[in-house]
């Protein structure tokens, strides 16, 4: 296994800048860290953008046209504990123009401030926001509606199709998963790997979930562990990406090997040479690769043009 050269360029540059991993700093240094890391350009320019209040959660929706051929709800990585919509919105932009989809960006509600589920239930809120404006954000009363999310928000997105199919909620027509949280056991090969020690560590999965859910005896539970569901029919179906140099690596394709074994129609790729957030990083070329693959994806749900 070998790095991608333009991210070990990038870690080589963070180090020389003196940035800390995230388990050694606070919260609230690390959301600043975070913003400081947004992509300096705009992302692509929209048809209309909406900010919406929702209890303790915002609401950036994204529209590239008049007329959309779906709707996704983008549930941000950042462990829980840092990113928001500002952090996202290159990316989400990108999907928005790739997909012609409108994208609802959900900011949840971070821990620790805010501990599990308070993610879930915001994100819950969200996406019962956007099927109640289906035919005006999805481009018709059936309008293809997809979740997605990177990392923990991944997690999120895993967790809630879930909920969605126990609920008999036959609407939300796909999952994109990008490199998900899918399971909280921290002493598996990839996180001892030394390889994969890179932009996100085993330290830092640890310091991300003692912040989310400080109980480690209820981190098993489906609903922070999708992983551990014992019934994954009726889920929709899933396009999973991850990333060869990647702690999570392992156990976002042991959930897409799981809803393969479930007869969930499942896509799976891993990017060879990538570590975790490359997809979300526009200033890496694999970061193009990987949005056009998942645009790709993502498309065959979709109506034609």
Known sequence: MTLDIESAQLL?????????PFHLMDPV????????LRPEAEGPVMHSVEEVQLGGARLRVLSPSASVRGAILYLHGG???VGGID???????QLAQRT???????????APEFPFPAALDDVERAAQWLVDRRPRLAGGTDGKLIVAGDSAGGNLAAVFAQRAAQRGQLHWALQVLIYPVTQADLDGPAYLDPQRQLLLSREDMRWFWD???ADASQRQQPAASPLAA????????AV???AELDVLRDEGQAYAERLAQAGITVVERCFSGQMHGFVTMPFLRASGDALDWLGDQIELWLPPV
């Open 12 to 20: 080589a540059q963070l180090a020389e800048s003196g940035l800390k």
């Open 29 to 36: 240094e690390a959301r600043a860290i975070m913003a400081q």
């Open 79 to 81: 462990g829980w504990v």
């Open 87 to 93: 952090d996202f919105d290159y990316f989400a932009r």
């Open 100 to 110: 012609q989809c409108t994208v609802v960006l959900v900011e949840y509600r971070l």
């Open 211 to 213: 912040h989310y859910l």
């Open 230 to 237: 014992k019934d994954l029919h009726g889920v929709p179906p």
């Open 240 to 242: 999973v990406l991850t």
